[in-house]
């Protein structure tokens, strides 16, 4: 039943991811900066404020992102495997990296030096301890994401964001408005290839990895464990490699020489990798249980000492959480041990001594696993291959 739920679980995460980079939607608060009409939209981490995204309207048509060119960028582009659009501005070029393809998007830029002097002087102005990332355009919306960079300071972050991208917002307004302007009458038809597979490609490396942390959480509630845990991850390293191999194959021959391809390359080889293993590990052993047809097989293992962790919860005024663990030694380890969450009132009734029972199995691909099934007080003694199973 779980090795179909991870399945299921990775294709709804699949949707949303493509929801989430193919819409690329957020909703902010109606506001003014420099005088210019505007949304706005906070980012933060738990309560942390971090960063302002400021969004204007454009036309539809167009979808690219603006960067600082950076190393990566630079080496990708000598090797050819990466091209990007080249106006012939020297500010502008050797500052800026345009991910896109979109013919469109390269006659509006083309000879326009009002656009691609507004752009470097976006990207080259800094202030109030804040730096602009990037500048994005999708579905009509096109935003610039700033960030907080002087923690030391002593004004608000918030204050200093909003400076900061109330006065780049005359330089932001013109991008928009020459974005708006009529098109060339030689305009090419031709949109961006590229977007649908590096969107295809990147829905699939991060889908990996957020659905493989769904099912280790679901995971994390179970009374059932992995005993061999090192041969799982050890079995779960061949197929994860050649998933990862197939989404890089995949990334280099449909992206090549395109301008997106080594940002799809890299994440993939970050994110995917990461990915790619977990989710091969949980469904190899969900697999595992699953398919296992050997008979259970009862151990008693005593238990060395008890200990309580006490933890807090998220927030500033949160509660203290207590975890009361029973502790054991690791009977595939000779040097480790496990440690098994419990109830209060179990905690308190189990002595140093006394024996945790569970129910072992083989495991279909060799990977042991067993079930914690209650204890037993330490009169009783066990058998030596309970002991040593």
């Given at each position: ?16 991811q493509w929801r989430y980079r193919w819409v690329r939607a957020w909703s902010g608060e109606l506001d003014s900066l420099g005088g210019k009409s505007c949304e706005t939209g906070l980012r933060s981490i738990r309560g942390l404020v971090y960063g302002l995204r400021v969004a204007v309207d454009v036309p539809t048509e167009f979808r690219f992102e603006l960067k600082r060119e950076n190393g990566w960028d630079r080496f990708f582009k000598w090797t050819g495997l990466a091209v990007e659009f080249q106006f012939g501005h020297m500010g502008f070029d ?296």
């Amino acid at each position: 039943m779980w090795f179909s739920l991870g399945l299921i679980t990775l294709l709804i995460t699949l949707a949303f991811q493509w929801r989430y980079r193919w819409v690329r939607a957020w909703s902010g608060e109606l506001d003014s900066l420099g005088g210019k009409s505007c949304e706005t939209g906070l980012r933060s981490i738990r309560g942390l404020v971090y960063g302002l995204r400021v969004a204007v309207d454009v036309p539809t048509e167009f979808r690219f992102e603006l960067k600082r060119e950076n190393g990566w960028d630079r080496f990708f582009k000598w090797t050819g495997l990466a091209v990007e659009f080249q106006f012939g501005h020297m500010g502008f070029d050797p500052l800026i990296y345009v991910a896109s393809n979109d013919d469109h998007l390269k006659s509006r830029f083309s000879n326009n030096t009002r656009l691609l002097h507004a752009a470097q002087h976006l990207f080259a102005t800094q202030g109030s301890g804040c730096r602009l990332g990037r500048v994005a355009c999708a579905n009509g919306r096109m935003w610039m994401e700033w960030r907080a960079q002087d923690w030391a300071s002593d004004d608000p972050i918030e204050e200093r964001l909003r400076e900061a991208a109330a006065s780049a917002m005359a330089d932001f307004s013109i991008l928009a408005k020459e974005l708006w302007s009529d098109p060339p009458a030689s305009l090419p038809r031709e949109r961006d290839r590229f977007l649908l597979p590096s969107v295809l490609i990147l829905c699939m490396s991060s889908g990996l990895a957020i659905s493989a942390a769904v099912s280790w959480g679901r995971i994390a509630f179970e009374s059932t464990f992995i005993v061999d845990l090192a041969r799982l991850w050890t079995l779960s390293l061949l197929p994860a490699s050649l998933l990862l191999a197939a989404m890089v194959v995949t990334a280099v021959v449909l992206l090549r020489r395109s301008a997106r391809m080594h940002l799809v390359l890299l994440e993939v080889l970050f994110v995917g990798s990461i990915g790619a293993l977990l989710f091969t590990a949980v469904e190899l052993r969900d697999a595992n249980i699953a398919l296992d047809p050997s008979t259970e097989t009862l151990l008693l293992i005593p238990v060395d000492w008890k200990k309580i962790e006490t933890r807090r919860g998220r927030g500033l005024f949160s509660e203290k959480r207590e975890s009361h663990q029973l502790i054991v030694r690791d009977w595939a380890s000779a040097e480790g041990v496990r440690s098994f969450t419990v109830s209060k009132q179990t905690f308190d009734q189990v002595q140093q001594g006394d024996f945790l029972k569970f129910k072992q199995r083989a495991g279909y691909f060799g990977i042991r696993w067993a079930i914690f099934s209650g204890w037993e007080p330490g009169t009783k003694q066990p058998q030596p291959n309970q002991l040593n199973p």
